[in-house]
């Protein structure tokens, strides 16, 4: 479904609402101070949203840490998105 589609009708779940994270990223007390990770890794979803941020693919990240898969990749894409549409904006008045 493309972007522009799901845009003109709200109702439907966005795209990326599809990809189950959980089963990619957790967290765990004590371990990287309790921040989101990618699962049997010290990797966090920050650590692999920077890397994107600064203009690294899919495949130049995988090619610096063999050990993740385009999945987890995506999981963090699909977990930021998630939290952003779950963020509470507070204004001040």
Do not use: F
Request: proline fraction near 4%.
């Amino acid at each position: 479904m493309n972007e522009l589609k799901w845009r003109a009708d709200r109702n439907q779940e966005h795209p990326m609402s599809s990809m189950n994270y959980q089963q990619y990223i957790e967290i765990t007390p004590g371990k990287r101070s309790g921040k989101p990770c990618l699962k049997q890794t010290r990797i966090t979803v920050y650590d692999v949203l920077g890397w994107l941020a600064q203009g690294m693919t899919t495949e130049e990240i995988i090619a610096e840490y063999p050990e993740l898969t385009a999945e987890q990749i995506q999981a963090c894409l699909a977990y930021a998105a998630d939290r952003e549409h779950h963020s509470l904006t507070i204004t001040a008045a």
